[in-house]
């Protein structure tokens, strides 16, 4: 669980999800159609950064309806929903659908643990 954060998680969610939307441009802006993962599975890098954009969305409505403290609460669930998902699609002949909630799950991972890393060195 987490304590009190010591930055606003709505703000540093809306950074995230800025700089999400802004790989998932770059991605559908000319870039090759699919790209490794980390492992070694080919992934399509543009719905993977459209999986970031709209689980950093969510995450941020969820913040932004119960609060800082609470809200990390639902964004630690949304991840656990995000990570069944992609563990769900992990056979999945659909690289996009896999690629889309794996992207979504690594994003609300990395929010987690850099709120984590931060509530740690405060």
């Keep these: 669980m987490f304590t009190e954060p010591r930055s606003d998680p709505h703000d540093a969610l809306h950074r995230r999800r800025r700089a999400a939307a802004q790989r998932w441009a770059d991605a559908t ?17 543009a719905k993977y950064h459209e999986g970031e954009v709209a689980a950093l969305g969510e995450a941020m409505r969820l913040v932004a ?11 630690e669930e949304a991840l656990a929903e995000w990570t069944h998902r992609a563990n769900s699609l992990s056979a999945s002949p659909s690289s996009a659908w896999r690629a889309y909630h794996q992207g979504g799950r690594d994003a609300l991972q990395a929010f987690l643990d850099a709120e984590r890393d931060d509530a740690q060195h405060h």
């Excluded at 802006?29 to 890098?45: E, F, I, L, T």
């Excluded at 309806?65 to 964004?75: E, H, R, S």
Aim: charged share 20%.
């Design 29 to 45: 802006g000319g870039a090759a159609p699919c790209a490794v993962d980390r492992s070694g599975a080919q992934r399509d890098p």
């Design 65 to 75: 309806a119960a609060g800082p403290v609470d809200g990390l609460v639902q964004v």
